[in-house]
């Protein structure tokens, strides 16, 4: 049943699930435009290093959509082409590739598997009916593999696993398997086992047609194989692996079940179907044995993705919202629909440009026209589609429902935003990305090129949506936020090969503020004669503390009787002031929660002057903030940490030791949420720490709660390091 050759039609003959759209620019062979039930978009999700890529290269290869079987390794993959990729041998950005297999299209997302890269995972998981979860034969489940089996949970996909790498010394299909089921349940169950052990393996024992297939010669990159007996000493665990696959077969169907109850047996078809729909039901998840380095069992998985997995037009109607009214709207995946589609992603391409990628949900785009973006409000023009394959772009006629494509030179569509008709348009559901965890601040090593930093920094923002800048008004630093340390160090590499520009990265500064505890009334004199006119200017101002509940961090009054200060001078009086307080008493920072009451004074009717005033309102905060009881106040973090619960206590002492307090925990599904307020010094290196000490398990979030005194204990530190920075 799964283990059928490439039967489809010849390179230049249309199949019946599909139509000649069109010649490609070269005119070398035709375009072709598959209906929504011949398409299967699919990502690959797994941890780091489970050999996501190299089964993606191998599908590509035994399709015919690449003529050479491409090494992550080696440099040559398709897919890894970013040249930070290609040194780092990882996966960073999700790579599209779409192949054509048995009269069906598979639209392929090679997501990284890395911790800070999560972002690539979401976006295309939002876009895709199903996911293939890669597993190490040898290490088995891994913290990556729950963390994207979540995220596949959350998006409901149907899904097959692959258990990879099974050539590899002491990889064990059926320990992995064990693992799996522990920890994901009994719902998955072989189609396929492996053909021999280790170095040794070199098949799959096609469990519903009861046959192996024997991969061909390794010089041949292993594209072929051939059919052959179930070898006599595996009969018994493929019968015991059919027998539970037919069971769930049975479960899918009432006149499948009756049958099976009555004893008949069923046909390859009928398990076929019953399988099917236990798979889009998520009662089944397949699991394939496969090595995608030596492109075993990639055939087989192909036909699993293709029999199995669903299509577009199972996943139905998608729900959105009419831009204007907020009125649900949906749309089908038919061409008679009208056209919506989401974009996401957004990349920089070296040769056509800004490039961006979206799923078609319902009509037809074409080339040469137009799509409204209703974020904007604005009308986009669509010059050449395209259909990408790693780093390469095939010039495509139009796109249809359910396909994924990309365009190139969109003046202001972004991430996220939906592509539609003006007439009948609608919004999909944005992609939801995590909010950056890490951030360093930057500067630049060459002097003058802030300006060549702010725009590269803009348009790497457009590129990852995980990513962020921005000015920290209260430290003056420029920071950039990331999802982690290597996220950050590849966005500066990038920006250095992109823009040419490099810069220095440190830890960014605590945003520190000042403020009195206690009222005081302090006089200010400025009086100076030099031979001509000379300044003067007098006065008392009362300082007293504020609440910072109050929401305001600077209140000035007047109480002037008299016309001890004149009118026109209070104005400069307050500026004083004002300008004042951006340098404390204590450590130099911005002094907030205070209240000035200018109630007195004098002037002199010739030497008095705004500056005059202004000077002397400045020297009387001075003085008066130093007798006023100042104090040094740092910033407190509202800090949820979500944890397995075997963490809470490494954790908890943890949060205890950053000067933390903990506010409470909840029950979070199987996780623990654990709510405490920490000081923002304490919190700069925490994501790489949380990583280490969760083995990379446990997420937070934080956003700003209030500032607090400084301990007395650290004030001095505080102070001699902002002595240093000031000095620098």
């Keep these: 049943m799964f283990g059928r050759a490439n039967t489809g039609p010849p390179e230049d003959t249309p199949s019946r699930s599909s139509v000649v759209f069109g010649q490609n620019p070269k005119g070398e062979s035709p375009v072709r435009r598959y209906a929504p039930e011949s398409l299967r978009n699919c990502a690959l999700i797994s941890h780091s290093g489970a050999g996501k890529t190299s089964l993606a290269e191998a599908l590509l290869f035994n399709t015919g959509a690449v003529d050479r079987l491409g090494r992550t390794d080696e440099g040559t993959s398709a897919l890894d082409h970013d040249p930070e990729e290609i040194r780092r041998k990882m996966s960073i950005n999700a790579a599209m590739a779409s192949a054509e297999w048995e009269e069906r299209k598979l639209n392929l997302l090679d997501t990284p598997g890395y911790f800070d890269f999560v972002g690539e ?26 963390l994207v089996w979540r995220y596949a949970d959350e998006r409901a996909l149907p899904r097959v696993v692959v258990i990879n790498k099974l050539d590899r010394e002491n990889a064990r299909f059926d320990k992995a398997l064990a693992a ?35 991969q061909g010669g390794r010089d041949a990159a292993g594209k072929s194989f051939q059919e052959e007996e179930v070898p006599a000493s595996d009969r018994d665990r493929v019968a015991a692996a059919r027998d539970a696959l037919v069971e769930v077969a049975a479960e899918s169907d009432d006149d499948l079940l009756t049958k099976y109850l009555e004893g008949e047996a069923l046909t390859a078809e009928e398990i076929r179907s019953g399988l099917r729909a236990a798979t889009l039901s998520r009662r089944l998840v397949p699991v394939v044995p496969a090595s995608g380095l030596r492109n075993i069992g990639v055939q087989f998985l192909a036909r699993v993705m293709v029999d199995l997995l669903p299509s577009p037009a199972d996943q139905g109607a998608v729900g959105g919202q009419h831009p204007r009214s907020s009125e649900d709207v949906s749309r089908r995946p038919a061409e008679d629909e009208p056209f919506s589609a989401l974009v996401f992603k957004t990349m920089a391409d070296p040769y056509v440009g800004r490039l961006t990628l979206f799923r078609v949900y319902s009509g037809v785009l074409r080339s040469d026209s137009h799509a409204y973006n209703p974020r904007p409000g604005r009308t986009e023009r ?10 390469h772009q095939e010039a495509a006629p139009a796109l249809g429902p359910g396909d994924l494509g990309a365009v190139a030179k969109l003046q202001e569509t972004t991430t996220g935003d939906t592509l539609t008709e003006e007439a009948k348009p609608v919004v999909y559901p944005p992609v939801v990305f995590p909010e950056p965890v890490f ?28 990513f962020r800048v921005k000015k920290d008004s209260g430290t003056g630093q420029l920071l950039i936020m990331g999802m982690g ?49 000379g300044q003067y200017g007098h006065v008392w101002i009362e300082l007293e503390p504020m609440s910072p509940d109050d929401g305001t961090e600077f209140e000035f009054a007047e109480k002037v009787f008299g016309g001890s200060v004149p009118r026109q001078y209070i104005p400069a009086v307050e500026k004083g002031i004002r300008e004042a307080l951006q340098e404390g008493v204590v450590a130099g920072y911005p002094v907030v929660n205070l209240k000035a009451t200018l109630y007195d004074g004098s002037y002199h009717t010739v030497d008095s002057s705004e500056m005059a005033f202004k000077i002397a309102a400045s020297m009387a905060f001075k003085k008066g903030a130093q007798q006023a009881s100042p104090v040094l106040l740092e910033p407190i973090m509202k800090v949820e940490v979500m944890v397995p619960e075997q963490f809470m206590g490494d954790i908890m002492g943890d949060l205890n030791r950053r000067r933390g307090r903990i506010q409470g925990m909840e029950q979070l599904g199987t996780a623990q949420v654990i709510k405490a307020q920490v000081p923002l010094a304490e919190m700069f290196d925490y994501a790489i720490d949380l990583r280490s000490m969760t083995q990379g398990r446990g997420t937070y979030r934080m956003e700003h709660s209030h500032y607090e005194d400084v301990p007395a204990t650290l004030t001095q530190q505080v102070v001699e390091e902002a002595k240093k920075a000031r000095q620098e």
């Design 121 to 146: 995972v979401l976006a295309s998981l939002r876009v895709v009916e199903s996911a293939v979860v890669v597993v190490d034969a040898v290490a088995g489940v891994e913290v990556g593999t729950e």
């Design 180 to 214: 799996l089921q522990k920890a994901f349940g009994s719902a998955l169950l072989p189609v396929g086992l492996p053909l021999g052990e280790e170095d040794a393996f070199r098949g799959v024992l096609d469990v519903i047609g009861d046959r192996a297939l024997v």
């Design 382 to 391: 669509i010059a050449q589609l395209f259909l990408v394959r790693g780093k």
């Design 439 to 466: 951030a360093v601040a930057v500067e630049p090593k060459a002097k003058g090129d802030e300006e060549k930093i702010s725009s590269g920094l803009s348009r790497l923002t457009e590129e990852d949506p995980t």
């Design 485 to 533: 340390e290597m996220h950050l160090d590849i966005v500066t590499e990038r920006l250095k090969r992109k823009f040419g520009v490099e810069v220095t990265l440190s830890k960014p500064r605590v945003p520190y503020r000042e403020t009195i505890r206690t009222p005081v009334k302090v006089e200010g004199k400025h009086k100076k004669q030099t031979g001509g006119r």
